[in-house]
């Protein structure tokens, strides 16, 4: 068993890193702000293990969850606007998810490897993840980037929903 803190403060850059029980940086996390297919690479000394790529060309937008090159989760979106919820769709993988605290659990192939929260920080964000299988940490982290990417999509998404005409909310 692990504990990891994966750490997003605001930057420019897309950066942030995700940290032992020690506090040393054992990933790091790039994406780029300005793209119109948004990409969040997984970095381990230098080298990318991980990808979540949020397709935007498409009729309602999903995001797929890759490792080592192969897709192994989708995060669809269904519906529109407020009423917008997302499937998560995957051969191994299941996800037990509360989209409203945060809190989940990943099990591959019968076996759990990991669980995590949310944790509310003053500026960005922190999950608290515990890996419960060190051969898939690779996989585990790659779909917490994917339910988090989903995740802000939802709350953007519910912010813009609301009905603001006659002074009504």
Known sequence: MKSLLMNQTMDLNR?????NEAGHVTHEVT?????????????QEEAEIGRVTKQTFSMLPHILVEVDGRVVATIQKT???????????SRDLQIDINWATMTF?????GNKIGQGKRRWVRFGKQYELTLLDEASETLF?????????????????????????????
């Open 105 to 109: 659990s990943v099990t591959y192939q």
């Open 15 to 19: 950066r942030f890193t995700i940290q």
């Open 141 to 169: 982290l790659s779909v917490v980037l994917g339910l988090d990417r989903a995740k802000a999509d939802k709350t953007v998404a519910t912010l813009f929903s609301d009905n603001w005409s006659g002074g009504k909310k």
């Open 79 to 89: 519906g529109f606007l407020m009423f917008a919820d997302y499937r998560i769709d």
């Open 31 to 43: 994406g780029q702000l300005l793209q119109m297919q948004k990409n969040w690479q997984l970095v």
